[in-house]
């Protein structure tokens, strides 16, 4: 690789891995299996940035290679082998009386989001949070835009059935 080329490629690389980070977690729900799923898609990425930069669309290039590298991790032997019977509880930092409220609400989409199918989760995150149009998420999914469209309808049905109702409970019908 050229050294202009592979410039470009970290320039790329420091603009795009955020959200390449908060789409990894949406799909994964887990920090340390997103942050595995971008560096394993950044590895592939810094072998194929010759062909990708010359993508109509890098961003979408590259998310579909997340996609693959989610699917492909979700195939893996080492996918269900868990280290911890459940997750340590968050530390507390003090300071205010409870927990802000946006910060709940957004606890409560990502462990409904969870409980969506895996199709239809990745179809929800590359729609509303990586902010993907639907012609977008059809390349990056190498699928039809009615196939997105109906994706994303059921997706979102599943999803508002799981979200906590302002009593606490779940809406499951």
């Known amino acids: ?23 990894a977690y949406l799909l994964t729900g887990d920090t340390h299996r997103a942050d595995d799923v ?19 669309d890098v961003g979408a290039y590259v998310h579909r290679m997340l996609v693959n590298a ?60 990586a902010d993907l149009s639907v012609e977008q998420t059809a390349e990056v999914l190498g699928c039809s835009t009615g196939n997105v469209k109906s994706q994303t309808a059921r997706g979102l049905a599943a999803l508002r059935r799981r979200l906590p109702l302002g009593d606490g409970t779940e809406v499951n019908r």
């Open 70 to 129: 989610f699917r492909q991790e979700r195939r893996s032997r080492w996918f269900g082998v868990q280290l911890f019977e459940r997750a340590p509880e968050p530390e507390s930092h003090g300071g205010s009386s409870g927990p802000d409220e946006s910060v709940v609400d957004a606890v409560a989409v990502r462990a409904a989001l969870a409980g969506v199918p895996p199709g239809q989760r990745v179809v929800l995150v590359l729609r509303f949070y």
């Open 38 to 56: 971008v560096q394993q898609t950044l590895t592939r990425l810094y072998v194929k940035w010759g062909r990708a930069r010359g993508a109509d």
């Open 1 to 23: 690789m050229h050294a202009t080329q592979r410039q470009e490629y970290v320039e790329f690389v420091e603009a795009a891995t955020p959200r390449l980070r908060r789409t």
